[in-house]
Nanobody
Framework: QVHLVESGGGLVQAGGSLRLSCAAS????????IGWFRQAPGKEREFVAH????????YYADFVNGRFTISRDILNNTAYLQMNSLKPEDTAVYYCAAPRGPVRFLRLRSEYDYWGPGTQVTVSS
């Protein structure tokens, strides 16, 4: 069993930055990919970013457009999402997730088995 907890959310002005963290406990994530998703009010949860188990490969949603960077610290069992140039439309609850095994369709929520409770990100205009 893996327990994930996100932190680092908050209120920021448009153009600002936040760094989200995803801390894992219960089992090492050293051999698991990590995904970040977000859910805005009234909208479905959507894919944001994905990093492979060794950090060698990353993927991003089109709307990221170079503003976010996903990374991981394998030794500390933690993943990060650095978000720069934030926009009001980035306002959402951000979740990290991990799969039990290999991920085939990394942008699909159903590929991930473990989820954190989420952290709120609010970007004011």
């Amino acid at each position: 069993q893996v327990h994930l907890v996100e932190s680092g959310g908050g209120l920021v002005q448009a153009g600002g930055s936040l760094r989200l963290s995803c801390a894992a406990s219960g089992r090492t994530l050293s051999n698991a990919a990590i995904g970040w998703f977000r859910q805005a009010p009234g909208k479905e949860r959507e894919f944001v970013a994905h990093i492979s188990w060794n950090g060698g490969t990353t993927y991003y949603a089109d709307f990221v457009n170079g503003r976010f960077t996903i990374s991981r610290d394998i030794l500390n069992n933690t993943a990060y999402l650095q978000m720069n140039s934030l926009k009001p439309e980035d306002t959402a609850v951000y979740y990290c997730a991990a799969p039990r095994g290999p991920v085939r369709f990394l942008r699909l929520r159903s590929e991930y088995d473990y989820w954190g409770p989420g952290t709120q990100v609010t970007v004011s205009s």
